[in-house]
């Protein structure tokens, strides 16, 4: 059982160029999450997805889209990588902890910069 | 929508002493409030969560405190060790809202032995 993993952990891109977050969950679980981290601003909703087939917008969603593949995977794109989207991203994947709650499983990150 | 404001933003502290971090919230919709734990170059992890039925709720070391009428909330760690170094969010959660969690800004702790 791998929980959440994500890749790349690490990439850096030049301003203008697209690339694709990767993340899947073997947990079964409907909800899954990107987030950016940047320093004092804590973790910022990009998109979620609350099952498979549909995805909906977060706090900052402009710059990046998502694909909600299947159950398991949702990735992340950036179409024209800009210098403020330097941040390390994490994806999260939820499990209901009761009517309304849930707690997240975080993938381990990934590094990026944008030049 | 909802706004979480998060302090201090660093917290260095003696080992043995206690920590307190204070959140406050700006939806009084708002019914769940978790605590996440980053230590550095790792994932966060929940470690504490509260629901607004409760007032406190205590787990070992780590104790959490919620105030619904002035909307603000509090994480505790007493008798501070080396690995409660980390990077503490808080965040608060609405129904109304999809449950979306909305963090705080993190704080730094940095126990010193």
């Known amino acids: 059982n791998a929980g959440v993993t994500q890749t790349p952990k690490f990439q850096v891109l030049k301003t203008g160029q697209s690339m694709t977050l990767q993340c899947a969950q073997d947990?079964?679980?409907?909800?899954m999450y990107w987030y950016r981290q940047d320093p004092g601003m804590g973790l910022r909703l990009i998109y979620y997805s609350a099952s498979e087939g549909t995805t909906d917008k977060g706090e900052v969603p402009n710059g990046y889209n998502v694909s909600r593949l299947n159950k398991r995977e949702f990735s992340l794109r950036l179409e024209s990588a800009a210098p403020s989207q330097t941040s390390v991203y994490f994806c999260?994947?939820?499990?209901?902890?009761?009517?309304?709650?849930?707690?997240?499983?975080f993938g381990s990150g990934t590094q990026l910069s944008v030049l | 929508g909802e706004n979480v404001e998060q302090h201090p933003s660093t917290l260095s502290v003696q080992e043995g002493d206690s920590a307190v971090i204070k959140c406050t919230y700006s939806?009084?919709?708002?019914?769940?409030f978790p605590w996440y734990k980053q230590e550095l170059g790792k994932r966060p992890q929940l470690i504490i969560d509260?629901?607004?039925?409760?007032g406190e709720k205590k787990d070992q070391r780590i104790a959490v405190t919620l105030n619904k009428t002035a909307k603000h909330f509090s994480l505790h760690i007493t008798e501070t060790q080396p690995e409660d170094s980390a990077v503490y969010f808080c965040a608060a959660a609405a129904k109304a809202a999809g449950n979306k969690l909305t963090f705080g800004g993190g704080t730094r702790v940095l126990v010193k032995p």
């Open positions: 947990m079964n679980h409907n909800s």
């Open positions: 509260i629901r607004s039925n409760v």
């Open positions: 939806d009084s919709a708002s019914n769940y």
């Open positions: 999260a994947s939820s499990d209901p902890l009761g009517t309304y709650y849930e707690k997240l499983f």
